[in-house]
């Protein structure tokens, strides 16, 4: 078999997209088992790393009218399944005939077994009953007060284990005697939800409360029973035990709304169809799959729905995997390998060789019971109810579809690459189709067949007639007669078409504001973090400003002006911007540079380069990084007026009437913000605008100064933060 360095497939996505557009390419990569998973699997099997390969054989044997599937065993002639809402035992022959064997009186068959000799029992529920069905009869050789009966099995001496709930019991029935039954265990947990006798003799318990593996083990005292705890789950549920001939058992601890038990109150499962009432243990049994119930799940656990676990002969219990979202069924060891059941996404899970791998997933949703059988193992499914034999081997042919992929916008699609085996013989097609719809619809291509690159290897594809879509889906078919390829990782390549970028905003920040890295250091540089404070005569420095959620701070320098803006771009691609200026006059003359190649978004210079009067400023944003030469787009937005403004306001006049001084102010290009005045070099106060509103570019400020002051400062600050003080007994300014 042939593999190719990860070197070619890379140089390979450059090669065959370059010719696609002018932009970036991108690639959709499905490398992990949950990235395979989104997608839907026929007839392959993926292992935990996410491979795929050819799934082993499973065939639909038969189809069931029954509702619901809750047990099955063995029998010589095919498998014993326990039904419900109308409490049939039905056979399901090697062939897929199928025949009732019985109809019990109880609504639920939730365990059945098939005896050394050839016996069929059930057990029946609410008010649990077992029967041994004979010429088309059902005698009961077991009726407990319990109102479960959840498992069977048989031990050494061929003598039948019932487990049962409400109460929480285990039995040893002889059933060829009068019916009279040992307890051989009695639990504080509500419910013993799994019995099995190991080839060694030994037998091991579930229980449904605190979640308990339980070994039978000798009592204290000559022919008594007790029991050892060999594994406590968090999970309050243990539900299934397979036994391994070599005495290793597996067993699944649960936690799931889809649990037949109702922990919540002890009492009710959570499938079939009608309700039985009377005595203790009342039940309600729930008609519809899917209704939201507690089952064992409580509403503060947050782990695992299901924990596998492996028991080993000497006692020791590990943890072979861990299913977050998925609720384990039913678990059979067959084949040297441990089968595992799952639903509500009816999953098919095969551990061999330390390897948890999701071997098929089945139509009808929820694996309720795994037996084995003469002609391989059998599957059992409920909410349709089927039985699916696996005879072993693997198919011819399997199918992989992926989930619908989207490129963000209109994109041109590229190559497909794979990694993994090829064995001789093997092979991969691949189909894909494109459109505008996030779901494939009669708008979208029909699936068009890939076709070799050029390269010469079978591991790459080219996607060359496919329409240009938003959105792509792929299919890929795997064939081989001895075991079809491995494919480990795929990668679809496409190229978007290039969009040109979108200025969202663009703001000049007030005089003096400027943006700075976080990490800025000043140095020997004069800044301030922000404008001078009011609190005196004389100026302090004052905390920085908050950020404004960017990566960059705000500080304060006199004269300097500072642009921000916002650009999207739906390529995504790494844009460059250029800033230019110009007066905002007549008809404005030439743009100017300022700065080109800038990759930050906000810019600030000084801004006493320029003479005082009014500006405009242009950003131009461009992705030509991205693209190949002379292919780039941009975008271009110009500001508001902008006023640069360096000289403070004049004092045209004073007034002295009195203890008032006028003040006559004015300045040629901002309004006036702010004037204070100082009498004998006291704390500043604020002079009052004669009209009653500081706000104009020509103002009186009225002064109250009492007589005999020696010193008159009267301190004004324009828009711009140019400030100047007068001092208004001597009429002279600085």
């Known amino acids: 078999m042939t593999r190719y360095p990860r070197w070619i497939l890379a140089a390979l996505v450059i090669s065959v997209a370059a010719p ?257 009432a009377g005595g203790e243990g009342q039940v309600t049994v729930i008609a519809a799959a899917g209704q939201e119930t507690m089952g064992s799940r409580g509403s503060g656990y947050s782990g695992p729905r299901s924990l596998v676990l492996r028991i080993r002969p000497d006692g020791r219990v590990d943890e072979l995997a861990s299913l977050q979202d998925e609720t384990v069924h039913s678990l059979l060891w067959h084949d040297g390998a441990l089968w595992i059941g799952t639903g509500e996404e009816g999953r098919l899970y095969r551990w061999a060789g330390e390897r948890l791998v999701l071997e098929r997933d089945l139509e009808e949703r929820q694996i309720t019971a795994l037996v084995a059988g003469a002609g391989g193992a059998a599957a059992v499914t409920t909410n349709g109810a089927a039985l699916y034999q696996v005879p072993g081997g693997r198919v011819p042919e399997g199918k992989y579809t992926s989930a619908v992929l989207d490129a963000g916008q209109v994109a041109q699609f590229g190559s497909f690459l794979w990694e993994g085996e090829l064995p001789p013989g093997a092979g991969l097609a691949l189909e894909a189709r494109s459109g505008m719809s996030s779901a494939p619809d009669a708008t979208w291509t029909p699936w068009r067949r890939a076709s070799p690159n050029g390269s010469g290897s079978p591991r790459e594809l080219a996607l060359g007639e496919l329409a240009e879509g938003r959105f792509v889906q792929y299919r890929a078919t795997l064939r081989g007669d001895a075991g079809g390829p491995r494919v480990m990782t795929s990668e679809l390549s496409y190229r978007q078409r290039n969009l040109k970028p979108q200025i969202d905003k663009l703001e000049v920040l007030a005089p003096g504001e400027i943006l700075v890295p976080t990490n800025f250091n000043a140095q020997n540089q004069a800044f301030e973090p922000w404008s001078p404070n009011r609190e005196g005569i004389f100026t302090s420095l004052r905390p920085e400003k908050e950020s404004d959620g960017t990566r960059a701070k705000t500080l304060w320098k006199k004269g300097y002006r500072s642009l921000r803006w916002t650009v999207t771009d739906a390529n995504e691609d790494k844009l460059v911007y250029v800033l230019d200026f110009r007066r905002d006059a007549g008809d404005g003359g030439d743009w100017l540079p300022i700065v080109d190649e800038l990759e930050e978004a906000h810019y600030s210079f000084d801004a006493t380069m320029l003479p005082d009067g009014v500006y405009r400023f242009r950003l131009t944003a461009s992705d030509e990084p991205a693209q190949s030469s002379g292919a780039g787009l941009s975008a271009e937005k110009v500001s508001e007026p902008v006023t640069i403004d360096h000289t403070p306001p004049e004092l045209v006049a004073v007034e002295r009437v009195g203890g008032e001084t006028r003040a006559e102010l004015r300045d040629a290009l901002n309004p006036l913000r702010d004037a204070v005045y100082s009498v004998n070099a006291q704390p500043w106060e604020s002079a009052h605008a004669a009209d009653g509103l500081l706000d104009g570019r020509h103002e009186t400020v009225v002064l109250e100064v009492p007589e005999g002051a020696r010193m008159l400062l009267l301190r004004v600050t324009d828009a711009a933060h140019n400030v100047v003080t007068f001092d208004l007994l001597s009429r002279k300014s600085p």
Do not use: C, M
């Open 20 to 276: 696609l557009a002018a932009a970036e390419v991108k690639i959709f990569r499905t490398d992990t088992r949950e990235a395979v998973l989104a997608g839907k699997l026929d007839a392959l099997s993926v292992d935990p790393l996410g491979a795929l390969e050819l799934a082993r054989r499973v065939e639909r044997l038969a189809l069931l009218q029954e509702p619901f599937v809750f047990a099955a065993a063995p029998h010589p002639d095919g498998w014993v399944l326990g039904t419900g809402n109308s409490g049939k035992v039905l056979l399901v022959y090697h062939g897929g005939r199928v025949d009732e064997l019985f109809t019990a009186a109880e609504p639920e068959v939730f365990a059945v077994h098939v005896g050394r000799d050839g016996a069929v029992y059930a057990a029946t529920s609410p008010h649990g009953k077992v029967y041994r069905l004979q010429d088309g009869r059902g005698d009961v050789v077991f009726d407990p007060a319990d109102a479960y009966v959840w498992g069977l099995a048989e031990d050494a001496e061929g003598r039948l284990l019932v487990a049962t709930g409400l109460a929480g019991r285990l039995y040893r029935v002889d059933p060829g005697g009068d019916g009279a039954a040992d307890v051989l265990y009695e639990s504080a947990d509500s419910h013993v939800r799994a019995v099995t006798a190991l080839a060694d003799g030994r037998v091991l318990l579930g229980t449904a409360g605190q979640g308990l593996v339980l070994e039978l083990v000798d009592g204290p005292e000559k022919g008594t029973v007790a029991v050892a705890t060999l594994y406590d789950a968090v999970q309050p549920e243990v539900l299934a035990i397979a036994a391994a001939a070599d005495g290793t058992a597996y067993a699944v601890a649960l936690a799931s709304e889809a649990s037949r038990v109702d922990l919540s109150t002890t009492q009710a499962p959570i499938q079939g169809a009608e309700a039985a």
